[in-house]
């Protein structure tokens, strides 16, 4: 089982990119699909949640109505729209996957089992 993340790149301040995180070893509909991101110096952070079968869509605060989080269960792939993108927004975009977290658990990245190995994103100004 293995999630691999890709997509991540420089941008501009103001631009946006895709995040990609293909699994593999076993089908991911009913698993909730997370991503963090951890900028240097800081700890990692919530970012967004799908739930089992994209039943619901979990946000963090910092980057509601400028994300969005989606997954294609056919491709047993999950994806990060990243729109309007901040300084601020630099930092290693991790996925997650874990079949057992309820909604109120999602934004702890320790309840997690599965991790792919994470994608550079830079914004420059």
């Known amino acids: 089982v293995q999630l691999q993340a890709s997509g991540g790149g420089l941008v501009q301040a103001g631009g946006s990119l895709r995040l990609s995180c293909a699994a593999s070893?076993?089908?991911?509909?009913?698993?909730?699909m997370g991503w963090f991101r951890q900028a240097p110096g800081k700890e990692r952070e919530f970012v967004a949640a799908?739930?089992?079968?994209?039943?619901?869509?979990i946000y963090a605060d910092s980057v509601k109505g400028r994300f969005v989080i989606s997954r294609d269960n056919a491709k047993n792939t999950v994806y990060l729209q990243m729109n309007s993108l901040k300084l601020e927004d630099t930092a290693v975009y991790y996925c997650?996957?874990?079949?057992?977290?309820?909604?109120?658990?999602?934004?702890?990245?320790?309840?997690?089992?599965?991790w792919g190995q994470g994608t550079l994103v830079t914004v420059s100004s």
């Open positions: 799908s739930m089992r079968n994209a039943a619901n869509t």
């Open positions: 997650a996957a874990d079949f057992n977290l309820i909604q109120s658990s999602v934004r702890t990245s320790r309840m997690y089992k599965l």
């Open positions: 070893g076993r089908t991911f509909r009913n698993a909730v």
